[in-house]
């Protein structure tokens, strides 16, 4: 079974929107921190978003009012919502999430999901 999923990535014009998901499974007893990730081609990878479990949230400069995250505790799952695409969004996108299990924390990062902002 696949720790993260993540959904909702594709292609989109500038100025649209995309709303990405990643949700966790397996036997989890709580989640702590949840972020987004995303990295360019030819760039290091970069924190676009992070909640803690409390519900506080942080962004990256460069997506602060253009972008929220969100969190299901019932469903495990974070969610980016990401409005005013511009073309340097355009980046694989990873979510991080740190499981609590009963062996122990676990840190894992989703597959990617490829984000394109282009016309």
């Known amino acids: 079974q696949v720790p993260l999923v993540e959904s909702g990535g594709g292609l989109v014009q500038p100025g649209g929107s995309l709303r990405l998901s990643c949700a966790a499974s397996?036997?989890?007893?709580?989640?702590?921190?949840m972020a987004w990730y995303r990295q360019a081609p030819g760039k290091e990878r970069e924190l676009v978003a992070v909640i803690t479990n409390g519900g506080s949230t942080k962004y990256a400069y460069s997506v602060k009012g253009r972008f929220t995250i969100s969190r299901d505790n019932a469903k495990n799952t974070v969610h980016l919502q990401m409005d005013s695409l511009k073309p340097e969004d355009t980046a694989v996108y990873y979510c991080?999430?740190?499981?609590?299990?009963?062996?122990?924390?676990?840190?894992?990062w989703g597959q990617g999901t490829q984000v394109t902002v282009s016309s």
């Open positions: 991080n999430v740190a499981v609590i299990r009963t062996t122990g924390l676990y840190d894992y």
């Open positions: 397996g036997s989890i007893v709580s989640i702590n921190g």
